[in-house]
């Protein structure tokens, strides 16, 4: 699910499922992937350095995707631990 949805790479997705044990994802983790793709979508989007359109809309939909899992992990399906969203 990280690799299809947020564009992680493979060693990045097993190394926290690793650390989290199982299919979830930190907080921590959760936010550092809105925060990049976010920075990167506002280079992208850069008027004075034109760059291919279908990354542009790539990154911009997986930031999406990764603010809203970590919006729906933290208010709406957070665990007692507090520390970590379920992925599936």
Request: glycine share 0%.
């Given at each position: 699910m990280i690799l299809r949805h947020l564009g992680v790479t493979q060693a990045e997705a097993v190394k926290n499922c690793n650390e989290e044990y199982g299919?979830?994802?930190s907080y921590k983790a959760m936010r550092e992937y809105f925060e990049g793709y976010l920075d990167k979508s506002i280079r992208l989007s850069d008027p004075k350095t034109p760059q291919d359109p279908q990354e542009l809309a790539r990154v911009r939909t997986a930031c999406v995707k990764s603010y809203l899992l970590y919006l729906v992990g933290c208010l709406l399906f957070g665990n007692k631990s507090n520390k970590r969203i379920e992925l599936i």
């Open positions: 299919a979830y994802i």
